[in-house]
């Protein structure tokens, strides 16, 4: 079963060098692409993922390979995004409250997804809390086409 829980993981190791390499080689240095690829890649898997039926191991294991694909796919392209978007003298104050913003959601995730969780009797239903991941990954979506990728400029 280890080898099992750890593919996501392969996979999305993979998928971090792949997204690298779409946004430095076939986007010409464009992060947008590769982020509205991951995201959009990460809706219908989570969706997926929520709706399945329970014992269907098999398709369990497909979709969080796949997960583990687009949920990765946007790291290199997400953290190359803050030393090409602001200039040098204020990109360790960017990166501190990137960091800070994803941290916040990392707090609240899994008390909204405490929240969504069911209980019924003998059984325990997850569905809801993949649901609303996959309605965070559709805003995350719609966020990111409106980054602006030229390098901002301080007035002096």
Known sequence: M??????????G??????????????????VKPVLLISFLGCIPCLYAIGKIKTGNISLLIILF????????????PFIAFIQLRYPREIVGTAAGVSNFIG?????????????????????IFYGNAFIFFSLCAFAAAVFSLFLKEETMRIRS
């Open 103 to 123: 941290q916040c959601g990392s707090f609240l995730s899994p008390i909204i997804a405490g929240f969504l969780i069911v209980k019924t009797g003998n059984d």
């Open 2 to 11: 280890g080898v099992l829980a750890s593919i996501p993981f392969i996979v």
């Open 65 to 76: 390979a796949l997960l583990g694909f687009f949920a990765n796919l946007n790291w290199g």
């Open 13 to 30: 190791a993979i998928s971090q060098i792949l997204g690298g390499y779409l946004m430095d080689r076939v986007f010409y240095g464009k």
